[in-house]
């Protein structure tokens, strides 16, 4: 049912942690499965220079939050505002129709940090003008 790319992110998890004076944190919540994630940014001249992630999930949510800050590291912010749940998903070569939600997380999560840095540096992130929180709320 899980792609061994999902087990192997699940048991063994990239990023996990705090960054201590972050750029960037973002917090989204599911309330229909409880679950929480927590993503910490470090940002340099518009690159993510460090990514780490706090989940209080389901091993979807985990895998998709290792994956996601994974792919983040050493992009610039564009393309990070280019990043969708798919693309989570794709890398993880596929995860159940139904934690399919669980990538969306991920993918929120990183828009709310990044709101969160534009917020702190009184910037405009092109392409977040729009953004909202999908399904869930925090
Ligand atoms: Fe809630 Fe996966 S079941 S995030």
Same mark, same amino acid.
């Given at each position: 049912?899980?792609?061994?790319k999902v087990m192997d992110h699940f048991m063994n998890p990239r990023n996990v942690g705090e960054i201590e004076n972050a750029d960037g944190v973002g917090e989204v919540g599911n309330p229909q499965c409880g679950d929480i994630m927590k993503i910490f940014l470090k940002i340099e001249n518009d690159i993510i220079v460090d990514a780490k992630f706090k989940t209080f999930g389901c091993g979807s949510a985990i895998a998709s939050s290792s994956m996601a800050t994974e792919l983040i590291k050493g992009k610039s912010i564009d393309e990070v505002v280019s990043l969708t749940n798919r693309a989570v998903v794709e890398a993880l070569d596929g995860l159940p129709p139904k #934690?399919?939600?669980c990538s969306v997380l991920a993918e929120d999560a990183i828009k709310v940090a990044l709101m969160d840095y534009? #917020? #702190? &540096? &009184?910037l405009n992130i092109k392409g977040l003008e729009n953004f909202k929180v999908r399904e869930h709320e925090h």
């Open positions: 049912m899980y792609s061994e #934690k399919v939600h534009a #917020k #702190k &540096n &009184n």
